[in-house]
């Protein structure tokens, strides 16, 4: 069985899961060399190409949910994840605005039409729990409405649970001076600003409205069945390879991955012509 046994720095084992809640002052730490930081993601990623290939072939069912902070780093650890697999295995669901019609539908109904079949790993780039989070506080649900999402998820998820489906969730904890940074950074990049939105610069204004919502989420989902696992996201490095490394040590996996393959000989051109190179349109060697 592959599976990875490391400790953090205290000691303790990194797979157990602890029901404490990091608070969102995180100690810095002296920048992780970036070759040693591929080092490690490339050993990462090749296990996960064995689970991916265990997924396939015993048919497992298996959603990861990605939920935090904006710029927390979500997105981040999803590319670095999806960026060495078969995207007909492992694919992303990244939802937007509800639309009309969605709207008038069971608040679920639009992120169950997401949920893998059976050899599919789903990573939701933030998921059901927009309701707890930026509906709650931005008042675009009722009082009601919130009320009963605290009340059926727990429900919801256990349905998924008895179905065989493995839910994993994730929460990417940053804190406050951190986010400010990437936001200026973001800001200042013209390939990352369109990351920023209306609505994350109104999410700065509601730090403690939020960090109040994420604690009563937690007080009404953090269950036994499918706990939250909190991944202390200041340092995006670091924070990769830690949520990767505990997502790989959730499901107990083999290394199913097929053997290399003996590469035939190509055939002989024999009597085929290549068409003339001025009629085709090539793309100009601007380079």
Known sequence: MSKHVKKDRAGKDLNKHSNSHYEEVQERLPPMPKKLYNKELRKLQIELVKLQEWIRQKQLKVVVLFEGRDAAGKGGVIKRITESLNPRICRVAALGTPTEKEKTQWYFQRYAAHLP??????????????????????????????????????????????????????????????????????????????????????????????????????????????????????????????????????????NLTPKPLKLTKRSAQGTYVRPPMDTQHFVPDVY
């Open 117 to 254: 079949s059976g050899g599919e790993l789903v990573l939701f780039d933030r998921s059901w729990y927009n309701r707890s989070g930026v509906e709650h506080v931005m008042g675009f649900c009722t009082n009601k409405e919130y009320e009963e999402f605290l009340q059926s998820c727990p429900e919801f998820e256990g349905m998924l649970l008895r179905s065989g489906t493995i839910l994993i969730k994730y929460w990417f904890s940053v804190s406050d001076a951190v986010q400010e940074e990437r936001f200026q950074a973001r800001n200042h990049d013209p390939v990352k600003r369109w990351k920023l939105s209306p609505m994350d610069l109104k999410s700065r204004e509601k730090w403690v409205d939020y960090s109040k919502a994420k604690d009563a989420m937690f007080a009404r989902t953090d269950t036994p069945q499918a706990p939250w696992h909190v991944v202390k996201a200041d340092d995006k490095k670091r924070a990769r390879l830690n949520c990767i490394h505990h997502l790989l040590s959730q499901i107990p996996y083999k």
